[in-house]
């Protein structure tokens, strides 16, 4: 590839006994991109972010990150990237600065960059109050973003997440997106693991990821124009019902609950009124039917009923 | 749907660690059948809530009733009418399929002459009717999830508590745990949900959310987002996370936040608020590419809802 400060996956695989949790994996991931790995627990998201950190070694096929090959040269990998394990080894029994203080001597940050590297870390973490604490005392997300911060308190090219935002509660993930985003925007090149669909979206394309394989990859937009058929928003009285008139229906594709609202997947935005009509018929008259784009479950969901 | 006695009822009800108020004079109820959300960011007070609800901590002071039963007097009675599942649960997984909903069985002391017919109603519901003799840890997770929810409503709980229950799930595997869901509140179930993902916020029929132990917010998700009353603009500029620096401390500028490649402020006016935006962003040297109003996300609720209750609890 050419462009050496992305990421260039080949073949990858990984097995653990007869189990391939990773399988022929192709893709590549541009400088400055910020790539999301989509997919539910077990697609093989963790598996493959560590062979990518070069702690874990591949049964086949290759990765190279900024032009260092995981396979050759391990050691090199991890000293041009970031890793963000969702079990990422923070010291319990140390403050939150000394935690940083840590990280930067084990990756030799020069003393006089340390101060306004910690200083730009903590105007997005909004750690800054709790530097005195154990790090033992943080909750759940505080815990998260002092992850993140050591994991970056050196320049690295290229930053690997793994599920940075699971069990963190949305407001501390606002913090973290941040923190990501100021890395973007610095040039550096993201890689961020999620099993929740509505994250795909923030990402600017996204690997969606099920069983070891490549679903689908593209970007959000993209992969939502790609769904056969369109999304009708149907809003009503009684969704529930609605849903069990409409599940079984020919016409209808898929017909799921979205809160009090009904998504019901159709071929094309001609079978609106079929739909309404039934509605109709069944004395469960809609207030407003609009098609809408496919969400990233309808495209997930599509892409595994083809995969299968 | 309804009935005279909610099946969940708390008033008033309140938790006190030494001086600390976890949980203040909180009140709502559930009706029977409903699909209850419970929302608030860590350390709100939603866990101590439950507890007290499950009938596992006393309340300081208040009241409240499970299934018809005191909280505080009837707590055998409450353990024995309620469920419980999380996406911990943890269900053995070097016993089969069967062996896990017999040890259920065992410990919600089902009488023996129901135990065949529960097991097969469980086997049926998760999806592994003739496969009782699996080793529970080779089954996929979305097995797995129907599966030890079968085992925590094996005793037919009137109350159901969930914790995050489809967290990491496929998207397929979890729209069919809801509409396992949907058919036990028709067959008069009441399920209390706690999450922190929208996701699964969106299956509620109700919305309750917490923040430094009050109850800030009660009502339909399309209620609580019609309720925001702030404009929510979506702004294209240059540098995403410079332009959150240079709005956060903005007059009129309540929040900003990334939100992808976008910035998302939510502001108190918005036509006083553009023309400041514009110049904050001028004199910071960066690049407005567009700016436009966009409805808010479920989540934007939730975070406007906290902001406006004092903002989260820190730590």
């Not at chain 1, 400088?31 to 997919?39: A, H, K, S």
């Not at chain 2, 866990?47 to 007097?73: E, Y």
């Not at chain 2, 229950?165 to 399920?191: K, M, N, Y």
């Amino acid at each position: 590839m050419n462009d050496v400060s992305g990421i260039c996956v080949r073949e990858l695989t990984r097995r653990f006994g007869d189990t391939v949790a990773v399988d022929a994996l192709s893709f590549d991931v541009h400088r400055g991109e910020l790539f999301g790995i989509v997919g539910p627990d077990g697609a093989g998201k963790t598996t493959t972010l560590r062979m990518l950190a070069g702690v874990l070694r591949p049964s086949a096929g290759d990765a190279s990150l900024a032009g260092v090959s995981v396979v050759a040269n391990p050691e090199g990998v991890k000293q041009t990237i970031a890793y963000m394990s969702q079990r990422f080894g923070l010291y319990a029994d140390l403050t939150v600065m000394e935690n940083l203080d840590f990280y930067a001597d084990l990756y030799r940050v020069p003393k006089a960059e340390r101060a306004a590297r910690v200083e730009r870390l903590f105007e997005f973490s909004n750690l800054g109050p709790f530097k005195d604490r154990l790090a033992g005392k943080l909750s759940g997300g505080m815990k998260q973003k002092l992850g993140l911060s050591c994991a970056l308190v050196h320049q690295p090219q290229i930053l690997l997440l793994d599920e940075p935002t699971f069990g963190v509660d949305p407001i501390s993930r606002r913090d973290l997106w941040l923190i990501v985003h100021d890395m973007v925007a610095q040039g550096v090149t993201v890689v961020v693991s999620t099993a929740y669909m509505d994250e795909a979206e923030r990402f600017d394309r996204v690997a969606l990821l099920y069983h070891g394989r490549l679903l689908a990859l593209d970007t959000p937009t993209a992969l939502s124009k790609a769904l056969h058929g369109v999304v009708l928003v149907v809003e009503l009285a009684d969704a529930r019902a609605a849903q069990r008139l409409l599940r079984d229906h020919p016409r209808v594709i898929r017909a799921v609950l979205f809160g009090d609202q009904l998504h019901v997947v159709v071929a094309s935005a001609h079978e609106a009124p079929t739909i309404e009509a039934e509605l109709r018929a069944a004395n469960l008259p809609p207030h407003r039917i609009k098609a809408m784009p496919a969400t990233m479950e309808d495209v997930f969901i599509e892409r595994m009923s083809e995969a299968a | 749907m309804t009935q005279a006695v909610p099946a969940v009822v708390a008033e008033s009800l309140t938790r006190v660690f030494g001086d600390f108020v976890a949980v203040d004079r909180v009140s709502f109820e559930v009706a029977t059948g409903e699909i209850f959300g419970f929302l608030g960011p860590n350390g709100a007070g939603k866990t101590t809530t439950i507890k007290m609800l499950a009938g596992l901590l006393l309340p300081s002071s208040g009241r409240g009733s499970v299934a018809g039963f005191d909280i505080a007097t009837q707590s055998d009675e409450i353990k024995r009418n309620i469920g419980y599942m999380s996406q911990l649960f943890s269900l053995y997984g070097d016993l089969t399929v069967a062996e896990n909903i017999a040890f259920f069985s065992g410990m919600y002391s089902l009488p023996r002459l129901r135990r065949a017919e529960r097991r097969d109603w469980a086997l049926e519901v998760a999806g592994l009717a003739g496969q009782a003799d699996r080793i529970t840890r080779d089954l996929p997770l979305g097995f797995k999830q129907r599966l030890a929810l079968g085992c925590a409503v094996l005793h037919e709980p009137s109350v159901l508590f969930l914790d995050e229950p489809t967290s990491g799930v496929d998207p397929l595997s979890r729209r069919r745990f809801w509409e396992l869901i949907d058919t036990l509140t028709e067959a008069g179930t009441t399920v209390f949900v706690s999450t922190h993902y929208m996701e699964e916020a969106e299956y509620c029929d109700r919305l309750a959310l917490m923040n430094r132990g009050k109850l800030i917010a009660l009502d339909t998700p399309a209620r609580l987002r019609a309720n925001v009353r702030e404009p929510l603009l979506e702004l294209q500029t240059n540098d995403g996370p410079k332009t959150v620096e240079a709005l956060r401390d903005l007059p009129g500028v309540l929040e900003a936040a990334m939100f992808g490649r976008a910035v998302h402020v939510a502001v108190t006016d918005r036509t006083r608020a553009e023309r400041s935006i514009r110049s904050r962003l001028t004199e910071r040297g960066l690049l407005l590419q567009s700016l436009q109003e966009v409805a808010p996300s479920l989540e934007d609720t939730f975070v406007a809802e906290v902001r406006a209750a004092g903002g989260a609890p820190v730590d």
